[in-house]
């Protein structure tokens, strides 16, 4: 496992530094190669706020900045430890809060958050060896969630599976973030970046898919775009409304994932539309 900060993504964009206080304890690698995901409940400078005092995670993100707050090998802070018992922070080799707010539908965050964020757990797969998979299935059992009584809680994966987790499944911890992810599109996501930038296939007839988008572009994408942002006829409903998605040949149950190109297309788009940085 790479240990300390990292400059860059697998997929080219930026890690900046802003060192936070931590512990200083290292982190078990003899533990399956666990992440957790966080949601901030607010922006990307709410949570500084407050992880520039305590609590912090080792990385925070929106879709602008991808920021390194503590260096990989030691632990972070973002999850509940209790004395005595069950150990969190000690086999969690990469925690991320990502801006936003968790939602009890199923949900994936704005196009380029997303896109963002699949490229750090694409460098986390590198970087900390923890695997673009998971231990439950994205449907989430029956409410109430923000409870340490949550079944997923107290099964049997945490501390015997590597892979990744929500903070609503930690041992011991009672938010409930991120919610009812749609973790399938990202870790797909997450994937197809591996495979651009040169992961190791993981059988002989997978074939990275192509980011060159096809021309002219296919009518579904922007049927698709138009779902995502809750706009055009799904405005009224929101963005990606899972009770209203159209029917499309990619990213549904059974179907192959949204291609590269289409995420970059929607990234563009976005950027595009809100102007430049400031």
Known sequence: MQKGFL??????????HIPCPHPGVPVDLKAPAVGVLHTIEGSLGSGLSVFQRHFAPHFALDGRRIIQLIPLGVIGCACENRPGG?????VVRAQIEIAGNSQKKSWVPDAETA????????TLE????????????DKMPPLPWATVKFSRRGGRKWGTTAGWFGHVEVPENEHWDPG????????ARAGEIADDNGRALASTN?????????????????VWLNWRLGEG???RFGPHDMKHRPKL????????PVPVWAWRKAGEFTATRRGPHP
């Open 233 to 235: 006829k799904f405005k």
């Open 7 to 16: 400059t860059t993504t697998i997929g080219g964009r930026k890690i900046e």
């Open 86 to 90: 069950i150990e969190t922070n000690r």
């Open 115 to 122: 896109e963002a964020l699949a490229d750090l757990m694409a």
């Open 126 to 137: 590198r970087a900390a060896e923890i695997p673009l998979t998971r231990p439950f299935a």
């Open 249 to 256: 040949p990619f990213g549904g149950e059974g179907q192959k």
């Open 206 to 222: 997978h074939q990275p898919r192509a980011v060159k988008p096809p021309n002219p572009i296919p009518d579904w994408f922007l």
């Open 180 to 187: 009812a992810l749609e973790w399938k599109t990202l870790l």
